[in-house]
């Protein structure tokens, strides 16, 4: 029995190391990525949480915008990953973003990015009850996109 407790214990010292070692690099790659984008992302606020098995980082107030075109902006966007899955990334935004100056109010706003073979993207946009500034009203919509490699 204390063999199992040790083993049991060991396993969830290397795993707590694991995740605390990749957490950095995880939230640097999602700076980086934000960032990256010429200069015209700016977020209030950063933080991950996750532990033990996710890596859960929230932007606060993204706004992408370049001189004064306002190309997307949203109070909360939400980047999750599972710890054991590198190319799987799960985004939720808040309700209400703006996309191009056009506010859009949804129930529900997600997207998943996916690599596949050969650094192939996949894309997909999902949002429930979508209404929009000129009074258009979606039940549901999902936008899927492939992106093939450089």
């Known amino acids: 029995m204390l063999r199992i407790i040790v083993i049991t214990l060991t396993f969830a010292v290397l795993w707590s190391i694991r995740w605390f070692w990749f957490a950095g690099p995880n939230q640097a790659v999602i700076e980086n990525w934000v960032k990256g984008g010429a200069g015209i992302a700016t977020y209030a606020d950063i933080r991950q949480v996750g532990f033990p098995n996710r890596y859960d980082v929230t932007l ?6 370049k001189n004064d075109l306002e190309i997307f902006e949203t109070d909360v966007l939400q980047i999750m990953r599972l710890a054991y899955r590198q190319d ?4 939720a935004f808040s309700n209400d973003i703006k996309i191009v100056g056009q506010t859009i109010t949804t129930s529900q ?7 596949q073979e050969n650094d192939v ?12 500034d000129n009074g258009a009203t979606i039940k549901h919509g999902q936008l899927a996109i492939i992106v093939p490699p450089n």
């Open 60 to 65: 606060n107030d993204l706004r992408i915008a």
């Open 88 to 91: 799987h990334f799960v985004l």
């Open 109 to 115: 706003n997600r997207a998943s990015i996916v690599t």
């Open 121 to 132: 993207q996949r894309i997909v946009w999902e949002a429930n009850d979508i209404a929009l």
